[in-house]
């Protein structure tokens, strides 16, 4: 089992930064490739990007390349969401997402195996 909590949710304008974090327990955190997804009102869950164990290997979706930053501190058992030069279309519920034995890389949800509650992240014009 693998219990996550987000945190660093908010309104922001746009072009502006927020930093989202999640903090894992329950299975020794340098076990699992960590996710971020999110998710906007009536639209399907998105990946966003993924971290491997050690954070040396990170993924992301084509629109996010560039402006958002995955990183872990497996010290802290937490992992990170860097979100610059946000834009309205940022603005959706982000959730943490931990894959135990998934494929390399995967960004499909169904492949994560835990899932956090969420954080609400709304970006203004």
């Known amino acids: 089992q693998v219990q996550l909590v987000e945190s660093g949710g908010g309104l922001v304008q746009a072009g502006g930064s927020l930093r989202l974090s999640c903090v894992a327990s329950g299975r020794t955190f340098s076990s699992v490739d960590l996710g971020w997804f999110r998710q906007a009102p009536g639209k399907e869950r998105e990946f966003v990007a993924r971290?491997?164990?050690?954070?040396?290997?990170?993924y992301y979706a084509d629109s996010m390349k560039g402006r958002f930053t995955i990183s872990r501190d497996n010290a802290k058992n937490t992992v990170y969401l860097q979100m610059n030069s946000l834009k309205p279309e940022d603005t959706a519920v982000y959730y943490c997402a931990a894959d135990v034995d998934g494929p390399l890389g995967s960004g499909k949800a169904v492949d994560y195996d835990y899932w956090g509650q969420g954080t609400q992240v709304t970006v203004s014009s």
């Open positions: 971290s491997s164990r050690s954070g040396a290997i990170t």
